[in-house]
């Protein structure tokens, strides 16, 4: 079956310390794009990408990083200049990145400072 | 400065009546409008869009209307139904932007 997958879907992060959080997708889709949600609230735009080795800050990039050597993995490592970082991270795809078209989510990963 | 708004948190209605979800937008430049439904724990899910050069689509029990001089759409399901209860998102985007512009959804409750 085609989808994103992120893993792991429950994370803790010590204060200071750098986390990781993975999304792949087999979808074949040429943009991706990273989300956070807290309660209450929308999806905000941390960053996105519209092909392999090319990215852009979102609404929200700041103590966040990217990546994205292989069209299929976009990971966001979330830094310890963040620091409110506690939240709902979504990771999406779409067909073509400047064409208008629905994005595909992940299931997630949630997470919370120890 | 919020582009998209979604100004009902929440909105509660009885299986088989029609509940309708309303989004304002102040970009002039969008022409891109979708909708998504999104369960607790889960990612959202797209439901149906329509383009700045329709003032109507539908999809089954669900039909999106654009408003565009009033910069407004709203989302109609009908009949409604208990797993129509979620989150639902509303989105916007322009040509060649490359990204979506989210709300802050409205949650419905479809009650039995």
């Known amino acids: 079956d085609g989808g994103i997958t992120q893993s792991p879907k429950y994370l803790f992060r010590k204060e200071g310390q750098n986390v990781t959080l993975s999304c792949e997708q087999n979808?074949?889709?040429?943009?991706m794009y990273w989300y956070r949600q807290d309660p209450g609230q929308g999806l905000r735009l941390i960053y996105y990408?519209?092909?392999?080795?090319?990215?852009q800050k979102g609404d929200i990039a700041e103590g966040y990083s990217v990546s994205r050597e292989k069209k299929e993995s976009f990971p966001l490592t979330v830094t310890s200049a963040q620091k409110n970082p506690t939240a709902f991270y979504l990771c999406?795809?779409?067909?073509?990145?400047?064409?208008?078209?629905?994005?595909?989510f992940g299931d997630g990963t949630r997470l919370s400072i120890l | 400065d919020q582009q998209v708004k979604q100004n009902s948190p929440s909105l509660s209605v009885q299986e088989g009546r029609i509940s309708i979800l309303n989004c304002d937008y102040t970009n002039s430049m969008f022409d891109y409008f979708l909708w998504y439904k999104k369960y607790p724990a889960e990612g959202p899910t797209f439901l149906i869009s329509i383009s700045s050069i329709k003032d109507k689509n539908e999809d089954g029990r669900f039909t999106v209307f654009l408003n565009k001089s009033a910069k407004h759409l709203s989302l109609h399901i009908v009949p409604s139904q208990p797993g129509d209860s979620a989150v639902y998102f509303c989105a916007a985007s322009y040509h060649n932007a490359g990204k979506s512009t989210f709300g802050d959804g409205t949650t419905l409750t479809v009650k039995p």
């Open positions: 999406a795809s779409s067909q073509g990145g400047r064409v208008n078209q629905p994005q595909h």
């Open positions: 990408s519209q092909i392999v080795n090319d990215f």
């Open positions: 979808l074949n889709h040429d943009a």
